[in-house]
């Protein structure tokens, strides 16, 4: 048993690089001669095939981060611990690091929620993910609509596939051939700055080129779905999100790019605040972040979850600082929502909460609810919403 294991195993690992080299010495011509679905491979190989190919193709000037690291269950259910504890009234400043993009789902649930947002700082300490972050201002901007936002990043529309867009169809959409005329398109309309940002992020997501491999979708976990009866399976570390591995957009799945009125919502509100002066992008550290006057957000994604990006103690001193803030904040990321305001004892949402004896804090009660489980359904989603909306202050 051991060793047909291992010869199966090795199978696998020269099956992903025999395509790796024909992929790589492939002619320029190749995506338009012969889609990958034509050798009748199955989903696993081809996968495999996508990952070794961009291992082999490294891409200096990628930004750290393309799409996101974390599974859409824990996005989505980052938005409900938002629109549950969030006390009533307008955001004056929603703070986000660019990262992957996924604080976008706050603000699209924010809009959902008719929650005004009066100002948005995009911030990131890195300066090339920080100009990642204007590119795809800069798409939304263009786009009117999702499917021409996603022909902007993968070079396929979805229209013209036929078919809802999914992690168990993605890899034949990532089989039709790139249309680089949309690529042609997109450049003569970007400022000058971004116009080769854009070159490499379109080389990277349109083909297989550049670690790791951003995805369409990848289902609702951490981990991508097994396949049984599967000529190549699948270890569990090519099937999981984050860790250097693997990107995904989550399209159709969750977030701001869940579904055509979401992609609207968000863009409508970026466009608005864009256009009244708004919207600003900022190269800064946490440890920087200052307390604003007026209700705030600040969503840090899954920075406090990793000591290489924020230690123990550099959070205590971020909540501290920004608990002297007037108005309040809510300190927002996917291990966490916790409202800080002055002279208040910090509430945060999680299920080992105990009610407060102070009569001030007694008032901030009611905003602040248990912990959300990653499998609640979009009833919970939808009575959050409704919370938020009859909320007041």
Not at 52 to 61: F, G, L, M, W, Y
Not at 186 to 204: N, S
Request: aromatic residues 8%; glycine residues 6%; hydrophobic residues 40%.
């Amino acid at each position: 048993m051991a060793g047909q294991v291992c010869r199966r195993s090795g199978l696998q690992v020269l099956w992903a690089w025999a395509w790796a080299i024909v992929w790589v010495c492939r002619p320029l011509s190749f995506e338009r001669q012969l889609p990958l679905a034509s050798v009748n491979a199955g989903f696993e190989e081809r996968f495999l095939m996508w990952r070794e190919a961009a291992k082999q193709r490294p891409v200096p000037n990628r930004p750290p981060y393309i799409a996101c690291t974390e599974a859409a269950s824990v996005r989505a259910a980052t938005c409900r611990r938002l629109l549950r504890i969030w006390p009533g009234g307008p955001v004056e400043d929603f703070r986000c690091v660019v990262g992957g993009l996924s604080g976008f789902d706050s603000l699209e649930a924010l809009a959902r929620a008719q929650v005004g947002v009066r100002r948005v700082t995009l911030f990131d300490i890195n300066e090339t993910q920080l100009l990642y972050g204007e590119l795809i201002l800069e798409l939304l901007c263009l786009a009117s609509s999702r499917d021409a936002f996603l022909a902007s990043l993968f070079g396929r529309s979805e229209r013209k596939f036929s078919r809802v867009l999914g992690a168990s169809n993605m890899m034949d959409f990532l089989d039709l051939p790139v249309d680089r005329d949309i690529e042609s398109s997109i450049v003569c309309q970007l400022p000058a700055k971004l116009q080769g940002l854009y070159r490499t992020v379109f080389t990277c997501i349109s083909t297989p080129c550049g670690w790791p491999v951003a995805w369409p979708s990848f289902g609702q976990h951490e981990l991508l779905l097994k396949r049984r009866n599967c000529v190549a399976s699948l270890t569990k570390s090519q099937r999981r999100l984050g860790g250097q591995k693997n990107e995904a957009f989550h399209i159709n799945e969750c977030g701001w790019l869940r579904e055509e009125m979401s992609y609207c919502r968000l863009r409508a509100l970026l466009m608005d605040l864009r256009a009244s002066g708004s919207l600003s992008f900022q190269r800064m550290n946490l440890k920087d972040m200052h307390p604003t006057d007026g209700p705030t957000v600040l969503f840090i994604s899954n920075i406090d979850g990793s000591p290489q990006f924020l230690d123990e103690l550099a959070l205590a001193d971020l909540r501290q600082g920004l608990s002297r803030g007037h108005g309040g904040t809510l300190l927002l990321s996917t291990r966490r929502a916790e409202w800080l305001a002055e002279d208040l004892t910090p509430l945060r949402a999680n299920s080992g909460m105990h009610r407060p004896t102070s009569p001030v804090t007694a008032r901030l009660w009611k905003h602040v609810v248990p912990h959300f489980s990653e499998k609640q359904g979009d009833n919970d989603a939808d009575d959050a919403v409704f919370d938020c909306r009859n909320r007041r202050v």
